[in-house]
């Protein structure tokens, strides 16, 4: 560290860098190498050094050297993305040296920034790193705030008409529309994405003051020029998806300021003719969300936008009713719906969850109408599978909005055991649908199930109140509850590396349905972690932590974190009945024949290694009380293991 601040120094004066030439040619790789050290504070500074040698030196860098620089933009430790993201800007960002020669006017600002940032959207795509756009955002956030912050150039490249000088491809547009989110939302909270780390010498917090004029500039802009966008793109669901999350980053009071009002009445316009013309879940959920901020109380936007999202309610209610009323007098007689209508049952009940999500529509008495979608189903067993579906969330969200009343204000307690008798019967329901045959059907009974146990058994277990609603999960429910994890989150892995494979970026598909089983075990482990489950819960889980290592084991090891930290003589306990079931599925395998081999590398050894990783998990402060109750266990449980003739063998 001290080398590299001192040849800094050096190489900040243009005079002591130009002697320094030979110096750098035969230490460039080895300076090249830091921009790895394990210490982040090393790998930034190094990377400053390179941008102040690449200053003074022409050509001294290769290209491949350049692209292999610019990477650690996305670098998870702040200053090193930021040094990077300067590097950019001087190498790459910055004009041709030879504008304005021969007689020629220099382009101006505004388009020297299209440029920019077209070669900004080139770069992202060219690299290897997609997907971190948040990333490169903030990289470029210091060390080029007119580039990232220039709202009225990157919309104006967006609005640029098909076939126009400046227009983009359909790929650039939605790389672009990825940048333009991303700065909105860092300009609205001010910090940095999830996951990049500031460093220990983090540069002082913006002052608030100005935060909050730079917000109310760039709302200012986006209230005028978001209908143009929404309306231009609303076709394109992959783009106006990200679009609809600006809402909820501007200052929406500035609606009553510099008559503005008319926009507001465009933008809802442009959110209902979306709401009306997508049946996507991801367009329709960003779209509930975005009435949702110009919905909240007390804003200005409230007057005109809640009465507006009333009306589209209104109007999906009136359009689901008849056709509910059709549908269920064909199933009691045993006659089926053309698919016409069924569609259209389908697309409007996916509206009214994503709604639902997002604002309180208890007043409209969805329950009940998808209560009788659901106990239709278990009395007559035939029913379409999106249909299910689309019942359960509405029907959960619908208890969950009627928890948040009786929290806000307690009900008499008659409504609480009417409450209570409607989630248990939800819960019933939620059992039943685990052993679905359909997949998608079974997993999202499983997430809500698990979801409404982890409220249910926080409300306190008092014989008046919100306690009326407290319910725990029987052994039976927690064995169902096991054996769905069991069954599909734990799979076996088909090919050679069996649960160690490693996905690429082609597996789609594979990748996407383990992201739905980490979200299934992350869903499950909340209930061992708040003590909803016992110990026999938490212990079978623990038995795939090596086994499943590589796709789960941060799931399973921040699971043991915690328990750890609410109670760690519980925590010592599924750990050791972790174990205790393992040796005992070893011992009804292969029996006590002792054989020296498999202490090295048969069955037994993934038990012993195994143990030497949950010992590792008790730390090293206050594991004292932990360690001596494992130890005051052990020799009885495997006594206890053991049967009585091995027990008195002689000496």
């Not at 949702?292 to 409230?302: D, K, P, R, W």
């Not at 075990?521 to 708040?530: E, H, I």
Request: hydrophobic share 40%; charged share 25%; net charge neutral.
């Amino acid at each position: 560290m001290k080398c590299i601040l001192a040849l800094k120094a050096l190489y900040e004066k243009r005079e002591s860098a130009m002697k320094l030439g030979l110096f750098f040619h035969k230490f460039k790789k080895r300076i090249l190498s830091m921009t790895q050290d394990r210490q982040p504070e090393i790998t930034s500074e190094c990377m400053q050094l390179l941008r102040l040698i690449s200053e003074h030196y022409v050509g001294v860098f290769s290209s491949m050297e350049y692209v292999f620089l610019f990477q650690f933009v996305y670098a998870a430790y702040r200053p090193m993305a930021t040094a990077a993201g300067e590097l950019i800007c001087k190498r790459l960002l910055a004009p041709p040296p030879q504008e304005g020669f021969f007689g020629q006017n220099p382009p101006d600002e505004f388009d020297r920034n299209i440029q920019n940032m077209k070669t900004l959207i080139d770069f992202y795509l060219q690299g290897e790193f997609h997907r971190h756009v948040p990333y490169l955002v903030d990289g470029l956030w210091d060390a080029a705030p007119a580039l990232v912050r220039n709202w009225e150039c990157m919309t104006a490249l967006l609005l640029e008409p098909r076939g126009g000088r400046q227009a983009l491809t359909s790929q650039q547009e939605r790389v672009l529309i990825e940048i333009l989110v991303a700065a909105v939302r860092q300009a609205a909270e001010g910090h940095p994405p999830a996951g990049r780390e500031l460093g220990k010498r983090a540069a002082r917090e913006v002052d608030g003051t100005r935060r909050w004029r730079e917000r109310a500039s760039m709302s200012r802009h986006f209230v005028k020029v978001l209908p143009q966008l929404l309306s231009k793109f609303a076709a394109d669901k992959e783009k106006v998806t990200p679009l609809l999350q600006i809402p909820q980053y501007c200052n929406l009071d500035v609606y009553d300021k510099d008559g503005l009002g008319s926009y507001l009445d465009s933008a809802l316009l442009e959110l209902d003719c979306l709401v009306q013309r997508h049946s996507d879940v991801a367009v329709l959920e960003a779209c509930a969300r975005a009435y949702g901020a110009y919905c909240c109380e007390g804003g200005t936007a409230h007057c005109q936008a809640a009465p507006a999202c009333s009306r589209l309610v209104d109007m999906l209610v009136d359009a689901l009713t008849p056709l509910l009323d059709v549908f269920l007098q064909h199933e009691k007689q045993g006659q089926f719906l053309g698919h016409h209508e069924m569609g259209r049952i389908c697309s409007t009940l996916r509206r009214l969850v994503a709604f639902y999500s997002t604002h309180d529509l208890s007043s409209w008495n969805l329950y009940e109408k998808m209560d009788s979608l659901l106990t239709l189903r278990r009395h007559q067993g035939s029913m379409p599978t999106e249909v299910i579906h689309c019942a359960l969330q509405c029907t959960y969200y619908a208890l969950l909005w009627q928890i948040v009343a009786a929290t806000d204000r307690l009900p008499p307690q008659d409504a609480l055991l009417d409450l209570r008798r409607r989630l248990m019967k939800f819960c019933v329901a939620c059992r039943v649908y685990l052993s679905h045959q359909s997949k998608v059907l079974s997993e999202k009974a499983f997430i809500l199930l698990c979801d409404l146990l982890l409220i249910l058994s926080h409300q306190g277990p008092e014989d008046t109140g919100l306690g009326l609603l407290f319910f725990v999960p029987d052994h039976i429910l927690q064995g169902r509850l096991l054996s769905f994890v069991r069954e599909h989150v734990f799979l076996e892995e088909s090919g050679a590396e069996g649960p160690s494979r490693i996905y690429k970026e082609d597996d789609a598909d594979e990748l996407h349905e383990l992201f739905h089983r980490r979200n299934m075990l992350a869903v499950f482990c909340k209930l061992v972690v708040y003590n909803v489950l016992d110990l026999s819960a938490a212990a079978e889980i623990y038995q795939f932590y090596l086994k499943h290592y590589h796709h789960f084991g941060d799931i399973i090891k921040e699971t043991m974190t915690r328990t750890r930290q609410n109670d760690r003589l519980r925590n010592a306990l599924s750990l050791l009945l972790c174990l205790q079931q393992l040796f005992q599925k070893h011992m009804d395998t292969y029996g006590l024949n002792y054989d020296p081999i498999e202490l090295i590398c048969g069955p037994f050894y993934s038990i012993r290694l195994l143990a030497r990783r949950f010992a590792l998990t008790l730390g090293f402060d206050r594991a004292r009380e932990a360690a001596h109750l494992i130890q005051r266990s052990v020799p009885g449980a495997a006594l206890s293991t053991l049967p009585s003739s091995r027990l008195h063998r002689p000496t």
